[in-house]
C-alpha cells in the first residue's frame, strides 16, 4: 500500500470522515463504515485533502488540460485540487456547472474557465455515477474531452450488476477513474492497525458479499 493512501485513510479517520459501526447505505445494505467527504469542512483539512487528490492525480498519469467540478461537492473539490495542482508547478484552469440556469449576467449553467481540451472530473465518490454522466454530457456539448474522472474513495462493491459503480463508469463512458483510496486499501489499514483490528471481520465480510475484484 502506497504511503500516502495509508496516510489518507489516517486522515480521513482523524476527521471521522470515516467512521466504523453499522450504517445503511443508499443501496439499502447496512455497511460496517462510512465515509462522508463533507466533513472535509474547514480550511485546513480541505487544505490536506486537496494535496491528496493532487498526489492521485499526478501518480495516475491522466493526461488532462483542464478540471471540472460536477454541483455541488464537486465545485470546492476541482477549486481545491486545481490549487494543490499549482503548488506543484502545474497551474490549470477549472469550471464547474450550476444545477439551475442562471438568466441574467453571464447566463447558463456553466462557470470558470471555458471546457476545453482533456478534462478530467472530480467528485467526492461514485454511487450511481449520475453527476459524471451529467458531467461528460456537458463537457461533450461544449467541444471538449472528457479525460477521467478523480475520486476520494472507491467502495468496490457492486452496483445494479456485477460490475462495482466505479467500473461501471469506466466502462460505459471510456474513462479511467483514480481514487485516493479504495476498499482494498482500508484493509490493508485495518490488517495494519492493532487500535481498529476488531472492525477488520466485519469489513472483510462486507467485501466478500458485496464487493468486486479490482
Do not use: C, W
Not at 173 to 198: C, M, N, Q, R, W
Request: charged letters at 20%; aromatic letters at 8%; glycine letters at 10%.
Amino acid at each position: 500500500m502506497s504511503d500516502f493512501r495509508q496516510d489518507f485513510i489516517r486522515f480521513a479517520l482523524d476527521k471521522q470522515v470515516l467512521k466504523f459501526g453499522e450504517f445503511i447505505t443508499k443501496a439499502g445494505r447496512k455497511s460496517p463504515y462510512f465515509f462522508n467527504a463533507g466533513l472535509f469542512n474547514d480550511g485546513a483539512s480541505t487544505l490536506s485533502l486537496s494535496r491528496f487528490y493532487a498526489r492521485s492525480i499526478v501518480e495516475s498519469g491522466i493526461a488532462f488540460d483542464m478540471l471540472f467540478g460536477p454541483a455541488y461537492k464537486g465545485i470546492i473539490l476541482a477549486a481545491a485540487a486545481g490549487m494543490a495542482l499549482a503548488e506543484q508547478g502545474r497551474n490549470v484552469p477549472f469550471a464547474y456547472n450550476r444545477k439551475e440556469a442562471k438568466d441574467h449576467g453571464e447566463g447558463g449553467t456553466l462557470v470558470g474557465a471555458p471546457l476545453q481540451g482533456k478534462v478530467l472530473i472530480i467528485d467526492d465518490v461514485i454511487s450511481a455515477g449520475t453527476s459524471v454522466r451529467e458531467s461528460v454530457e456537458l463537457i461533450r456539448a461544449a467541444g471538449a474531452e472528457p479525460a477521467g474522472v478523480a475520486i476520494a474513495l472507491d467502495r468496490m462493491e457492486r452496483g445494479q450488476g456485477e460490475l462495482s459503480a466505479v467500473q461501471e463508469v469506466a466502462q460505459q463512458h471510456g474513462l479511467p477513474v483514480v481514487a485516493i483510496a479504495t476498499l482494498k486499501d482500508l484493509l490493508g489499514f485495518l490488517e495494519h492497525s492493532t487500535e481498529l483490528a476488531a472492525h477488520l471481520d466485519a469489513v472483510r465480510a462486507y467485501r466478500a458479499q458485496y464487493g468486486v475484484n479490482d
